[in-house]
Every structure is written in structure tokens, then in C-alpha cells.
């Protein structure tokens, strides 16, 4: 077994698996340790927990697989070894495979996202699933593939898809949890500061309009309704958050009081 330094250390996290059912993902003849080990880290990082080993190449338990599953032992410690395919499928009612290129097969093809989005749903019917990734040099081979339901392959730039073994199962991974992931894809990050109605806009604009008025800025007057307009479009492209209108309103302030010390042209 591994040595007491890389099993159970101070950064080992807390994982146990989900739930209900979720994909088990199956390593077949894994040739690397490292990859075994990375591999864990990337499950972790998706949420996954259930790995089964097919004939890893050196044999199984593997200290350099704790060494570089940055603290994922528990994936490591409950993964399961078995002989061939076939055994480790045997309890399984649904087997995902991966491949690079799908030939002379007739079988339902799938994105990582499609496949993902898939599992979740088979999960969520109380069926077990399992994902196939093949050895590192050359991936699954066509008898492997072979008990396999549905084939899954990433749609990456064709003149490069080369994956190590963990970048294919974290994209995977990534996939699969934020299916349901409720992040927002997109938001503005405000640091606690609420963003300015409408009308606190409108507030500043009519000061800052005002105070360039003052200064000679929006002249000649021909010129001044599309210069007020752009400055418009400018402020109201975006979410201005309140402190921002706070602090544009003191540069103003500035602004005016400077050209009070200085002689206003409008109080002459």
C-alpha cells in the first residue's frame, strides 16, 4: 500500500460520492501511475468519485498515483481493479466509451456535453453508468468499444486532438457537473456595491452635463446634442454600480471646485 505520506495527509479532502447513482469511470490498461493519480484529481474537481481500474499495467495500488492527485485519495483508496472489460461493466446498464475516431461502428455518437447531459438523466432513472477511457498511447481498442452502448468524442481543432488521459476525463467531468451547475455563466461582479438605477444615472448625467456646460466643453452649440448623446451611449453601455457614480460624482466635484478657485468663466 501507499507509503503514510502520500495516503491521508493534511491536503487529503473529504469526497464521498453523490447521491444516488453517478458515472463511474473506468480506466482501461492504464500504463502510468501519474495518469491514474491525475486522473483521480480531475474526478474531484467534477464531482466524480466512482473509478474502476482494467489490468492498470503495474499493477495497483501505486504510490506516484497518491503524489499527484493533490489530495483526491479517497477516489484512489475505493477504486476498483478488475481483469478485463467485461467484469468491470458487469453491474453497469448503460457503458459510455470514448473514442477518437468511430469507425466501421454503428452506434449512437455523442459529445462530452451531449454524453454528460445523457448520464444525468440516466442517473437520475436509478441506472448505473460507466464511462470507458482507453490506455494513454493509443485509447480504446475496437473490442473494448465493442461493449459499449453509446461512443462519445470531443469535437477539438483537427489538426491536434491530443488529450492526456486526466484532460479527457476532466472534460468529462466539467461537462457533467455544470449540467446542473447553477453558477450563472455570465455576471458582473460588483464587490457588494448595487448597481445604479436608472435614475441615479440620469442624476450624475444631468450634473456632469451641467458642469460641462459651465466649462465650455459641450460648445459650439451645434455640436452639443450629439456630444451629450455619445456621453450618453458611453455611461449607459454598461451596469455602473453606485460607487462608481459616487466617485464620478466627486471627480466633478473637483473638477467644479477647481475651476472656482481658478475663476469660473460663468461667474465672470
Not at 456535453?113 to 437520475?124: C, H, L, M, Q, S
Request: net charge neutral; glycine share 8%.
Amino acid at each position: 500500500m501507499p507509503d503514510a505520506w502520500t495516503r491521508g495527509g493534511k491536503d487529503a479532502a473529504k469526497l464521498q460520492p453523490v447521491p444516488g447513482e453517478s458515472p463511474i469511470v473506468v480506466l482501461v490498461r492504464p500504463q502510468l501511475a501519474d495518469n491514474i493519480g491525475t486522473t483521480a484529481r480531475a474526478m474531484a474537481n467534477g464531482g466524480l468519485f466512482h473509478l474502476r481500474l482494467v489490468a492498470p499495467r503495474d499493477g495497483w495500488p501505486q504510490d506516484r498515483a497518491w503524489r499527484t492527485a493533490s489530495g483526491a485519495d479517497a477516489i484512489l483508496e475505493a477504486a476498483q481493479v478488475f481483469p478485463d472489460v467485461p467484469s468491470a461493466l458487469a453491474d453497469c446498464h448503460r457503458v459510455f466509451a470514448t473514442c477518437p475516431r468511430p469507425r466501421h461502428m454503428i452506434k449512437p455518437l455523442r459529445t462530452a456535453r451531449a454524453a454528460a447531459e445523457d448520464v444525468r438523466e440516466i442517473n437520475g432513472r436509478g441506472l448505473r453508468c460507466a464511462v470507458m477511457f482507453g490506455p494513454e498511447r493509443a485509447g480504446l481498442e475496437a473490442d473494448d468499444m465493442a461493449h459499449a452502448d453509446t461512443l462519445v468524442r470531443y469535437p477539438l481543432n483537427p489538426a491536434h486532438m491530443s488529450l492526456n488521459l486526466a484532460q479527457a476525463v476532466m472534460i468529462f467531468a466539467y461537462e457533467w457537473w455544470t449540467a446542473t451547475e447553477p453558477t450563472a455563466p455570465r455576471k458582473l461582479v460588483t464587490n457588494g456595491t448595487p448597481v445604479a438605477t436608472k435614475g441615479l444615472l440620469e442624476g450624475f448625467l444631468d450634473r456632469l452635463i451641467s458642469e460641462l456646460d459651465a466649462s465650455g466643453f459641450l460648445e459650439p452649440e451645434k455640436k452639443r446634442a450629439n456630444m451629450v448623446r455619445n456621453l450618453r451611449h458611453w455611461f449607459e453601455r454598461g451596469e455602473v454600480t453606485e460607487q462608481e457614480l459616487r466617485t464620478l460624482h466627486g471627480v466633478v466635484t473637483e473638477l467644479s471646485q477647481g475651476r472656482m478657485r481658478r475663476g469660473r468663466p460663468d461667474l465672470d
